[in-house]
């Protein structure tokens, strides 16, 4: 009788074999073995891969790492994007589209690849729908700093020499000058001007081989005209602020 009872016991666990449970929850890739197939314990019958919520890995420059990285270090980034002042993460899908939810902060790698000057930022986004995928591609936007009274320019207003960013200017004689400016970081096509020009100055956008002294007749900026202006005249217009 004992035994008829372990032969029975050990038919329920082998039948209870049979059935495999993932250990976590998520989706479920196309299974790779099928009805009928003999399988044992090391057989890959599928992956599951948690998603809600979702991980989204992207990189930050050094400089812009040196920005956040004081709230990083303090631990606030969890609170928002890198502090409690609503600056959430914002992914921007491959189609165009902005995901309609929020990321939070996770985790910062340990070093900046010395290779392409970048560090790893790991963010999680919910995703209740299962809209997004492990492998899928997005932007993450967030704003990281807000500059008061910033002054910008065109990128093509700026050259360098010599490891000298400058910019060519008109006085108030309608005379070009070329004056040695700090940039600071770059917002569309425009580089925002840290230090070395003051509001309201005329700034050369096109006409790179205009020299000190030049008189010149200046006509206003706008993004058409850069393309249609003919080579002789300069296009400029005052810097602008933000």
């Known amino acids: 009788m004992s035994s008829a009872q372990a032969t029975l016991d050990t038919a329920k666990l082998n039948l209870e074999f ?101 560090i790893r930022i790991s963010a999680a986004f919910p995703n209740p ?27 093509r207003a700026v050259s360098e020499l010599q490891g000298a960013t400058q910019l060519r200017i008109v006085d108030a004689d309608s005379k070009v000058r070329v004056v040695n400016v700090t940039l600071g970081p770059r917002v569309g096509s425009r580089w925002i001007v840290s230090r070395g020009l003051e509001p309201g100055t005329r700034v050369v956008v096109d006409a790179p081989q205009l020299q000190d002294n030049t008189s010149v007749t200046t006509q206003p900026y706008t993004d058409a005209d850069v393309t249609a202006a003919p080579p002789s005249v300069s296009t400029s217009a005052p810097a602008e602020k933000n």
């Open 18 to 118: 049979t059935k495999v449970r993932s250990l976590v929850d998520g989706v479920a890739a196309i299974a790779t073995a099928q009805i009928g197939d003999l399988v044992g314990p090391t057989t890959l019958l599928t992956t599951v891969s948690q998603v809600d919520p979702i991980r989204a890995y992207f990189s930050l420059s050094e400089r812009e790492y040196l920005l956040v990285a004081p709230q990083i270090n303090r631990g606030t980034a969890s609170k928002g994007l890198w502090d409690a002042g609503g600056n959430e993460l914002r992914l921007q899908l491959a189609d165009g589209s902005e995901y309609p939810r929020d990321g939070v902060f996770v985790a910062a790698d340990r070093q900046i690849d010395p290779r392409t000057g970048t």
């Open 129 to 155: 729908s299962h809209i997004l995928r492990p492998g899928q591609y997005g932007r993450v936007r967030a704003t990281t700093q807000v500059m008061e009274r910033a002054l910008l320019v065109p990128q």
